[in-house]
Nanobody, 127 residues
C-alpha cells in the first residue's frame, strides 16, 4: 500500500489545518490507519489512529480535544482535522497503515505494528 500525505503548511497559533492521506489501492479499507509526527530534534511520536471500519479511534493526550481523525473508505483516504494549533504542534506528520481488520487501535503507537508509512507532510505553526 502506498500512502500519500498532503495538507501541511503554515498556520497561526490557534488556527486550523486538515491533513489527508490517500492510499493507492482498494485494500485500504481493511487497514487500521494512523498519524505520527516528528518535531525537529525529537523522536517520532504517535498522534491518532482509527480502526479499519472507523468505529474506534485513539488520540494522544497531547492533542486530545483539538485533533480529530476520520476516514472515507470509499475514497481510500484518512484525514486529520487539527484545530487550536499550537507552536509545539510543528512537525512533519506521517500517515501510517497498521494491522488489517483490527477494531482495537489503542496500541497503534507501537511503531512495530505499522506496516506502511507515507512520506510525511510538514506542519508549521507560528506564534
Amino acid at each position: 500500500v502506498q500512502l500519500q500525505a498532503s495538507g501541511g503548511g503554515l498556520a497561526q497559533d490557534g488556527g486550523s489545518l486538515r491533513l489527508s492521506c490517500a492510499a493507492s489501492e482498494g485494500t485500504f479499507s481493511t487497514y487500521g490507519m494512523g498519524w505520527f509526527r516528528q518535531a525537529p530534534g525529537k523522536e517520532r511520536e504517535f498522534v491518532s489512529a482509527i480502526s479499519w471500519s472507523g468505529g474506534s479511534t485513539y488520540v494522544a493526550e497531547s492533542v486530545k480535544g483539538r485533533f480529530t481523525i476520520s476516514r472515507d473508505n470509499a475514497k481510500n483516504t484518512v484525514s486529520l482535522q487539527m484545530n487550536s494549533l499550537k507552536p509545539e504542534d510543528t512537525a512533519v506528520y506521517y500517515c501510517a497503515a497498521g494491522r488489517r481488520y483490527s477494531s482495537y487501535v489503542g496500541d497503534f503507537g507501537d511503531e512495530s505494528r505499522v506496516r506502511y508509512w507515507g512520506q510525511g507532510t510538514l506542519v508549521t505553526v507560528s506564534s
